[in-house]
């Protein structure tokens, strides 16, 4: 076979790919992923009787475990073993999403218009509290778990008013078959929690020895 010859079969040869190409029905690839976000607890009442619209509350970063800042949401398989659902993302940094979550809740749970966020003078808050998170995901069975120690102090964090520690478990749907449902949970651990803090920053705003600001 001459050079012109086996120039002419191969020209052919990728014609005819392209024709065949052209015949072929490519059809849309559907994105199977689902992006979640924690919800706020529905406003109700505050934690406690007397709660002040004037109480500022400073809300600093909430630290979690480096396992938790995958975008892929974490389910526990046993007491050591974490899966990461391929389709199943928080579509924003899990605690980010804690401290939003946690911020609303306060200012719901304290009746104040005055929960801020990581920024703010000391003159402006009566006490600021600290989230440090051990757990919080869900297992196969739909068992949520929240684990998480906080701090609250007094405005520049030079004194710590009150340390605490919760351990919250909820019974959920299984998150292969309700990962919307299991997500829902999630937020109502930190609800559960939210409550737990703002009873104790209530007290701790209610004593003569903190001054407001």
Same mark, same amino acid.
């Not at 829902?184 to 004593?207: C, H, M, N, R």
């Given at each position: ?84 659902? $391929? ?25 104040? $218009? ?77 609800? $559960? ?21």
């Amino acid at each position: 076979m001459n050079i012109s010859n086996a120039f002419l079969r191969f020209a052919v040869l990728g014609l005819s790919g392209l024709v065949l190409a052209g015949c072929v029905n490519f059809q849309q690839v559907t994105d199977l992923t689902h992006s979640y976000v924690l919800s706020a607890m529905p406003a109700g009442k505050p934690a406690t009787a007397g709660s002040n619209s004037d109480l500022a509350v400073g809300l600093g970063r909430v630290d979690v475990p480096a396992y938790l800042l995958d975008s892929r949401i974490a389910v526990r398989q046993g007491s050591s073993e974490i899966e990461y659902s $391929d389709y199943h993302r928080w579509a924003e940094r899990l605690d980010k999403g804690i401290q939003r979550v946690l911020g609303v809740n306060l200012a719901s749970l304290l009746s104040s $218009d005055r929960v801020v966020l990581s920024a703010w003078q000391r003159s402006e808050v009566k006490a600021e509290v600290y989230l440090a998170v051990q757990r919080f995901e869900c297992n196969a069975q739909g068992q949520v778990i929240l684990e998480a120690r906080w701090r609250i102090t007094s405005p520049g964090g030079e004194k710590t008013l009150r340390t605490d520690h919760a351990e919250i478990m909820r019974q959920g749907p299984a998150f292969r078959t309700d990962a919307d449902g299991a997500v829902g949970e999630l937020s109502k651990a930190l609800a $559960d929690l939210s409550q737990q803090i703002a009873t104790s920053v209530q007290s701790i705003s209610a004593s003569p020895k903190v001054s407001q600001p």
